[in-house]
């Protein structure tokens, strides 16, 4: 079993920073594929990024050079920095963690709002 909360989202203008906090209750160490995905009203889920125990990430294409993932697995921790934000970057922000055994766990999403 696993808690994720996410925590750092908010209200910023365009072109600007923001970065997002996931803390997981458990160990995460490398037994887990961490993830950042969104949301918009009225839109499908979409994949921001992933990350593997070992490092490996695949972002989606369109995010690229803006947005970076990275984990702190002494931390129980992973982050999402969002440069260059963009009214369409809007959405809610969602943690994601796959076990080994292909458990699937979210964080409670928070709400990322870009506007001027």
């Known amino acids: 079993q696993l808690q994720l909360v996410e925590s750092g989202g908010g209200l910023v203008q365009p072109g600007g920073s923001l970065r997002l906090s996931c803390a997981a209750s458990?160990?995460?160490?490398?037994?887990?594929?961490m993830g950042w995905y969104r949301q918009a009203p009225g839109k499908q889920r979409e994949l921001v990024v992933v990350v593997t125990g070992g490092g490996s990430t695949n972002y989606a294409d369109s995010l690229k050079g803006r947005f970076t993932i990275s984990r702190d697995n002494a931390k129980n921790t992973v982050y999402l920095q969002m440069n260059s934000l963009k009214p369409e970057d809007t959405a809610v922000y969602y943690c994601?963690?796959?076990?080994?055994?292909?458990?699937?766990?979210w964080g409670q999403g928070t709400q990322v709002t870009v506007s001027s």
């Open positions: 994601n963690a796959v076990s080994s055994s292909y458990e699937v766990y």
């Open positions: 458990g160990s995460i160490f490398s037994s887990y594929v």
